[in-house]
């Protein structure tokens, strides 16, 4: 946690009711700035409150799997300033093509229909599988939901 990441959890420990909450991890949405500030002003706005991640990067990073109700996190904006405070609420591991239209609505996106939720992730992971020259296999893309709430902005 760096200076700026750490003035923000002060001021979050200092004004919140949570007794020793735990620090997660510091991040953003997406792989652009632009993607970090646009899903992050959803986050903001209330409009997100799930994600959705390749169960295989966790893996290639060695970053262990999120949990539910354990730790806070801080959402980091595209200029990696903080911005919120998350706590996952609910995980669940699924294949690509079982996305839900509840899942799809709650990422907020678009027009948050199953085929925008479909047509934006698949554009994305094709993309960071290409980036880490893995082999992109909708068929087998195993992937993490998760559902947050913002304790703190």
């Not at 799809?104 to 479909?118: H, K, M, P, T, V």
Request: charged share 25%.
């Amino acid at each position: 946690m760096n200076a700026i990441e750490q003035a923000y959890w002060q001021k979050f420990k200092a004004v919140s009711d949570i007794e020793s909450p735990l620090f997660g991890s510091s991040w953003s949405f997406g792989a652009t700035v632009e993607m970090a500030d646009d899903l992050g002003q959803l986050v903001l706005e209330g409009k997100k409150t799930g994600t959705s991640s390749a169960v295989v990067f966790y893996e290639l990073e060695g970053v262990a799997f999120p949990t539910e109700n354990k730790v806070y996190d801080i959402l980091l904006n595209g200029s990696k300033e903080p911005i919120a405070i998350l706590q996952t609420k609910r995980i669940k591991r699924f294949m690509f093509n079982e996305v839900t239209e509840e899942m799809a609505r709650l990422e907020g996106e678009g027009d948050l229909s199953i085929a925008y939720w479909q047509a934006a992730h698949r554009a994305f992971f094709k993309a960071a599988f290409t980036k880490e020259n893995l082999v992109y296999d909708e068929d087998k893309l195993a992937l993490l939901y998760e559902e947050f709430e913002v304790v703190y902005q």
